[in-house]
């Protein structure tokens, strides 16, 4: 469950009287995440999405994320915006934390995606990439290569407690992806997190994307990477129906171009955002107390995925 910081309802009927959106009926925690605290408010006018800003999104990135959001939603991309109060202010603070109403979508996200989903969402990810091709502003990935060797060094030999020689493993994986990471492909504004859970769909139509607090300049074809890692398998880290993953690049070529050059890199990036999330996730593995409300992820599903990306180096045609 990721409610971190609890609102009181006095104080969230004082927070919703800033703006234009009707007056409090209800408010409930959202249990999926593991960023943010997220309530879903029911107010007299409409449903919205309440995000206080936790552990991992810095308040000064905020603008970024904010204005990325208005880019897409400009461009009519499923995106949800966020609310500015009376006096045009969007980024607020609430029970000590930052905060945002964010329009509420549509949908559900989809825990076993079939292909013509996996399809629809990576077109959508094109479709963003392309929409994103005159967004001006830059912001660095806080979780990008650069950081991912800080990382381990800083989770340690404590990260032999989830899997004896771990450290080792991930050290020397690590090694490769370094030595011949990409310097020259086409970089952008990408999502960095476009996981199924950040996937809102009715069908197999895409309704929303969320949770773009991750959001950096990066390069594309990762974001497509991520979105392979998370998508063609299943939670323990077992490939699922390959024709899944076939149907993401096809989705996502049919709504951006894909160079030679970027597909010959996919595997490579694939096992870079397997690093990226193994270490996240085992970072929060160990560091996240036994009673917190949230359910820690499986880092070990990520070492899983590593491994068979190191195994089909031809997985991508
Ligand atoms: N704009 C939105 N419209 C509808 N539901 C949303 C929206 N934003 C978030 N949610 C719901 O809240 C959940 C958690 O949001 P998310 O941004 O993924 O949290 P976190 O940043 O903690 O991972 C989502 O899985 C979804 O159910
Ligand atoms: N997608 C990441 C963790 C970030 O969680 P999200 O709920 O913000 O998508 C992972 O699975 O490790």
Same mark, same amino acid.
């Given at each position: ?8 309802? #006095? ?23 593991? #960023? ?24 000064? @990135? ?71 091709? @005159? ?17 381990? #060094? ?63 300049? @990066? ?71 036994? @009673? ?26």
């Amino acid at each position: 469950m990721a409610v971190y910081t609890q609102v009181s309802a #006095e104080a969230l009927a004082a927070f919703l009287a800033r703006y234009d959106a009707g007056a409090l009926v209800s408010a409930k925690g959202i249990a999926e995440g593991v #960023e943010n605290s997220n309530y879903l408010v029911d107010t007299t006018d409409a449903r919205f999405i309440l995000t206080l800003y936790e552990k991992r999104v810095a308040a000064d @990135d905020l603008p970024f994320f904010l204005a990325l959001l208005d880019h897409l939603a400009a461009k009519g991309l499923p995106v949800p915006p966020a609310i500015a109060d009376r006096d045009g202010v969007a980024i607020q603070r609430l029970a000590g934390r930052p905060a945002c109403l964010i329009r509420f979508l549509p949908g559900v996200s989809v825990s076993h995606p079939s292909p013509a989903q996996a399809n629809a969402a990576a077109r959508a990810l094109g479709e963003m990439h392309v929409a994103l091709a @005159d967004f001006t502003p830059t912001r660095a990935n806080s979780m990008g290569l650069a950081t991912w060797r800080p990382l381990l #060094e800083r989770c340690g030999r404590d990260i032999d407690t989830i899997r004896p020689g771990l450290y080792d493993r991930v050290a020397h994986a690590l090694d490769a992806i370094e030595r011949d990471w990409p310097r020259d492909l086409p970089s952008g504004a990408i999502h960095a997190d476009l996981f199924p859970d950040n996937v809102l769909m009715l069908g197999d139509a895409v309704t929303g994307l969320i949770d773009f607090y991750f959001a950096c300049t @990066d390069l594309t074809a990762y974001d497509l990477a991520v979105m392979h890692s998370a998508w063609a398998f299943d939670a323990a880290g077992a490939p699922v129906d390959a024709a899944v993953g076939a149907a993401l690049l096809a989705g996502y070529a049919a709504a951006a171009p894909l160079s030679a050059a970027e597909r010959a890199a996919l595997p490579l990036l694939a096992r870079g955002a397997c690093v990226r999330f193994l270490l996240s996730r085992a970072w929060d593995w160990l560091h996240t107390p036994a @009673d917190a409300l949230v359910t820690r992820k499986d880092p070990l599903a990520y070492l899983h995925r590593l491994a068979w990306y190191e195994a089909h180096p031809d997985c991508f045609p």
